[in-house]
């Protein structure tokens, strides 16, 4: 499976996937993954951005929120229809392109820092996109990303809870088989069954890397480490959302911010 079969599975769900994200489903990405990226993002007031894989185009919007002039790119053309529109309340149309993450229809070094949330993990050619990544950073531009954690998203995963159901571990195997691509139908587990109606299922990718293969494509496209982050979510947090206390188990993703040296 290359990027291109990858990116005609997320075609086919990108309509469900936009439907039941804007309905509020996504509620670890709306209420810990994108919130901890936001905080260990550097100030881009005024910077030029590139959103990589932008699928419906609210985490780029919201990056924009905080000053930058973004662009985006997503390979599935629903994707790109649904980030350009945006929402009913948004009128400012935001600039996306139809594009691999390893074919940027861009020159070298034109953005000043790149982000891409959740998007890389999907694709199969890791050092590739990586080092296409690094190609549109000017000198001294980062590069942060978001990917389920390597160590904990394993090909084998398990679930333990407690009688009454509480979650307390998570039992994980198989970490170093990165072969064969796994391709799973799943749903937003908020989702309930009327939201659901006439939607298919995400059929879609599962992709592992194990952390060293991460790190090392990372230090091999000639970017040097600069920050990482395991979101989770707090007591506060926990108490009022209790579907997302699970995060406190073990960490589901992690934030990688990279530099591409000044010289």
Known sequence: MDHLEVGALWQRSAQA???????GFDVYR??????????MLPDVQGQQGLD????????????RERGASMTAVDISLPFARAARAGVADQDEVLPVGIASAL????????????????????????ELALQEAGRVLRPGGFLQFSICHPCSDTPHRKHVRNPDGTEVAIEIGRYFEEDPIEIVEWFFSAAPPEAREGLDPFRLPRIHRTLARWLNA???????????????????LCTARPEVADTRVVP???HIRCRKPSA
């Open 17 to 23: 996937w936009t439907c039941l994200a804007r309905g």
């Open 30 to 39: 709306d209420l810990v993954n994108t919130p901890e990226f936001l905080e």
């Open 52 to 63: 990589i894989g932008c699928g419906e185009g609210h985490n780029t919007r919201l990056v």
């Open 103 to 126: 074919e940027l229809p861009f020159a070298d070094a034109t953005f000043d820092f790149a982000t891409a949330f959740m998007s890389l993990q999907d694709i199969p050619e890791t």
């Open 218 to 236: 990372i230090l091999d496209a000639g970017l040097v480490l600069e920050r990482f982050g395991e979101p989770v979510a707090d007591d506060e």
């Open 252 to 254: 589901y993703f992690l």
